[in-house]
């Protein structure tokens, strides 16, 4: 794959207010920004990591499209109420978002553990108006696993590593050795932002034992609003077969192969994902 444009490594955002929403007693912080009479445009981070991930994606939509970010429990802003968390739970978390925010209807936008909330809520919300599910699987016996190798290098960590080395190391298999090699600015700047939102260990073994538990694989045909699945052929996370079997089971999906994609495609590929977001829910 070949590396991104020089423009990413000056990349810096202008944040706007943080705001919070209480789920049972738990706060969970988020951001809303772009045209208030637009519509709603809602993303959903991964495993461990904090609401800066769609900063790409919120930077190309925010003109026009009505844009929310937020961090999940356990995750940066947000409290860390003892665990483990389920999936029910970090959905619900995302309807009191919406519900604080006074948004009727939303496109929902997620990767990895963020696409497991999203088919998630929209089992048990009416609030979707379309999904977005890059990089992640429906769970269930065909799923594919996270392939060893990988797990080793995010859970079996060489001893004597510093905190900035342990999430280079961990990152490793989830963006190319082309990109990282090309972008050493912005690797540098997104371990920065790791530090400071990132799950703390034991948040981060709660939400794991969400995605470990998650299975909607018999629910898909109940998700019934348009759906585009994204995945890339090169994700060491979560296979690419886990992306052709969520498109194969929901009813009214569109499937998108980043040929030689990552698993965190929507940094590495931004420009391409946020376009084919912007396209699929212009047509919804």
Known sequence: MSPKPDHLKDFQPELPTMQYATNDGVDIAYERDGPPDAETVAFVEGIGYGRWMWLWQQEGLVDEYQTVVWDNRGT????????????????????????????????????????????????????????????????????????????????????????????????????????????????????????????????????????????????????????????????EVVPYENGELLARGLPNADFVTVHGGPHLLFIEEHERVTTQIREFVDGV
Do not use: N
Not at 130 to 157: H, I, N, W, Y
């Open 76 to 235: 940066g802003d947000s409290d860390e109420p003892d665990g483990p968390y389920t999936m029910s739970q970090m959905a619900g978390d995302l309807e009191a978002v919406l519900d604080d925010a006074g948004i009727g209807r939303a496109h929902i936008v997620g990767a990895s553990m963020g696409g497991m909330i999203a088919q998630q809520y929209a089992l048990e919300y009416d609030r979707a108006q379309s999904l977005t599910l890059m990089c992640t699987s429906p769970g269930g016996p065909e799923a594919k696993p996270v392939p060893e190798e990988t797990q080793q290098r995010m859970f079996d960590v060489p001893e004597g590593l510093g905190e900035r080395e342990l999430r280079r190391y961990k990152m490793r298999p989830a963006l190319s050795d082309a990109f990282i090699d090309a972008h050493e600015d912005l690797i540098e700047r997104i371990v920065d932002w790791r530090i400071d939102s990132d799950a703390s260990d034991r948040a981060l073994e709660w939400q794991g034992a969400a995605v470990q538990a998650f299975d909607a694989s018999d629910r898909l045909g109940e998700i019934t609003q348009p759906c585009l699945v994204i995945h890339g052929t090169a994700d």
